[in-house]
């Protein structure tokens, strides 16, 4: 293809792309871009877990173990809560928030910067949800790559989302038998 030719069918697909930007938004600021660009970073990294998982030539489990499954899912869980929303990882997202507030025992409620093309990625560091894909991954790569040490980790911060719930727990009961005082 040449430049001129390369030149027409770059401009052609950046009006496509603007156009569909335009039409999904509906007139909100919506980090299409971004979120394509954390789709394909996702893709890479479980391309590069997948890649040393094979190299390591061990079989493949035939299915996960029910206990792993639960495991993974109270680790993952908690693990995304730790990164996302607790105080004492903020300065790992400043960068691509905002601080707001408080929000609930020792979270933070801050909201995604909407400069500089970081809005994506603020978003997904301050959503639990979205940042759970990323830690179930990288703790079923882990799984497969280093079983004994994940199944630590996890069990740790399984025994962590236990003892935050007993907190809550006991906190709540200690309002209703005070009365709130």
Same mark, same amino acid.
């Given at each position: 293809?040449?430049? &001129? ?12 792309? %603007?156009?569909?930007? %335009?039409? *999904? ?9 971004? *979120? ?8 890479? *990294?479980?391309? +590069? ?6 190299? %390591?030539?061990?079989?493949? =489990?035939?299915?996960?173990? =029910? ?5 993974? &899912?109270? &680790? ?14 903020? /300065?790992? %997202? ?7 507030? =408080? ?24 959503? /639990? ?17 280093? =079983? ?10 399984? +025994? ?9 727990? *006991? ?11």
């Amino acid at each position: 293809m040449g430049t &001129a030719a390369g030149s027409r069918f770059t401009g052609r697909l950046g009006e496509l792309l %603007r156009g569909t930007q %335009r039409d *999904y938004s509906a007139g909100h600021e919506r980090p299409l871009g971004g *979120y394509l660009t954390a789709m394909a970073g996702f893709g890479a *990294y479980t391309a +590069a877990w997948a890649t040393a998982v094979r190299l %390591r030539r061990r079989p493949l =489990p035939e299915r996960p173990e =029910p206990w792993d499954v639960i495991l993974t &899912a109270v &680790a993952t869980f908690r693990l995304s809560r730790l990164l996302s929303k607790a105080s004492v990882t903020s /300065p790992l %997202r400043a960068p691509f928030t905002r601080y707001v507030g =408080p929000q609930g025992p020792a979270e933070l409620h801050e909201e995604a910067r909407a400069a500089d093309g970081r809005d994506a990625v603020g978003e997904l560091v301050t959503c /639990p949800f979205c940042m759970s894909v990323w830690v179930a991954s990288t703790l079923t790569a882990g799984q497969l790559l280093w =079983p004994r040490g994940t199944r630590t980790a996890m069990g740790a911060l399984t +025994a962590l989302a236990g003892a935050d719930a007993l907190q809550l727990a *006991y906190g709540a009961l200690t309002d209703k038998v005070t009365g709130g005082e």
